[in-house]
């Protein structure tokens, strides 16, 4: 990809960031450690292969229809044959508004290296995404390019491409999808790639698909256990190979913890509600979340997406509230409640001690 096809790409990530004010934003953020057997492609070489991932990202008010969103992961993995490879980028993204259905598409910029050697990496992406109750279900297709010195892809295949600046550019495209289902507690996913385009891919030795299976136990609101399993892609732009491996890991919720006292402002403790009536969380999505409840005049929400400051619901049919605000993907934590009455934990999420003598409903966006 030439320059001048890069150029526009830093303009269109300040523009997101500087598109509303900071107060207007929601952050959130995840940190992955997970450390497991690997078995590396082409030398056939046994190990142990470690991963961090550390991701972040907000969410300002919708434009023009739209929801803008700015990512950027760092990650470290050890690959073989003992060394430490690591990356980052940073995406903006914009999203269509949908309950159930919705699309997206993303420009990126970022780079990978192990020590002297170094990759810059441009990445354009699009994709879908729907779900029913419990099921999500995405698919994306990404363009990816980088810049590599001749020589760089040793025994990975010719990297020849366009020339620019003594450097050959190599372009590839990815085609993922990804399935999931979240019981509140517990995720289970299944991950498929599909790579083309890169003459390197042209050698057989080199694998063309990747594929991951994995699941976390949520065993506190901000603290999951993860394990997986699967059989990653090449590092084509620092000519490391792919790996089946297997893993075992945590990963961390990192968002706003809520002030102590916060959800007890003028009510009773949250209770957990078990009558008929009790009001249940019955969507959940970056855009919007609806709660079906008891009669009432009127409703509210609180919870971390809102620094715990009580939200009114607005009305969407009898028993069926909703509040159109930007939640960032990832674990969360609610409370409701209808006629200035009682914060409750409502069905559809999971209750928690919520460190100050109450509980909480945990529930996850993806």
Do not use: C
């Amino acid at each position: 990809m030439s320059r001048s096809r890069t150029a526009w790409l830093p303009l269109v990530l300040l523009f997101f960031a500087g598109a509303t004010p900071l107060r207007a934003v929601q952050f959130g953020a995840t940190l992955d450690v997970g450390t497991g057997p690997a078995t590396w492609d082409q030398v056939e070489t046994e190990g142990a292969r470690a991963q961090g991932t550390l991701g972040a990202s907000y969410r300002p008010a919708r434009m023009l229809g739209l929801q803008p969103e700015l990512t950027g992961d760092f990650g470290l993995t050890t690959e073989q044959p003992v060394r430490t490879a690591f990356r980052w980028d940073v995406m903006g993204r914009l999203h269509t508004r949908g309950d159930v259905t919705g699309a997206w598409l993303g420009a990126g910029l970022g780079g990978v290296g192990t020590g002297a050697r170094t990759a810059a990496l441009t990445r354009l992406e699009g994709g879908i995404r729907s779900g029913v109750g419990p099921a999500g279900f995405r698919v994306w297709l990404a363009r990816t390019s980088f810049g590599v010195r001749p020589g760089v892809g040793g025994s990975f295949g010719d990297t020849r491409g366009d020339s620019a600046g003594g450097k050959q550019i190599v372009e590839y495209t990815d085609l993922g999808t990804r399935a999931a289902l979240d019981f509140g507690r517990y995720e289970v996913g299944a991950t498929l790639v599909r790579r083309w385009g890169s003459a390197a891919l042209q050698s057989r030795a080199l694998r063309s698909v990747a594929w991951e299976m994995n699941a976390v136990w949520w065993v506190r609101p901000s603290v999951g256990l993860m394990a997986s399993v699967g059989h990653s892609l090449p590092e084509l732009s620092l000519a490391l190979p792919g790996a089946r491996y297997r893993s075992l890991g945590v990963r961390l919720a990192l968002g706003a913890a809520p002030r102590r006292g916060a959800r007890s402002a003028g009510g009773a403790p949250p209770t957990t509600g078990t009558a008929a009536g009790t009001p249940r969380l019955v969507l959940a999505t970056p855009d919007r979340l609806a709660i079906v409840g008891p009669p009432a005049d009127r409703a509210e929400v609180m919870g971390d997406f809102t620094d715990w400051r009580s939200l009114p619901l607005v009305r969407a049919g009898e028993g069926r509230w909703t509040i159109d605000t930007a939640v960032s993907r990832g674990v969360h934590q609610l409370n409701v409640r209808f006629d200035g009455g009682e914060w409750v934990v409502p069905a559809g999420t999971v209750a928690v001690d919520d460190g100050f003598g109450g509980e909480v409903g945990m529930f996850v966006v993806r």
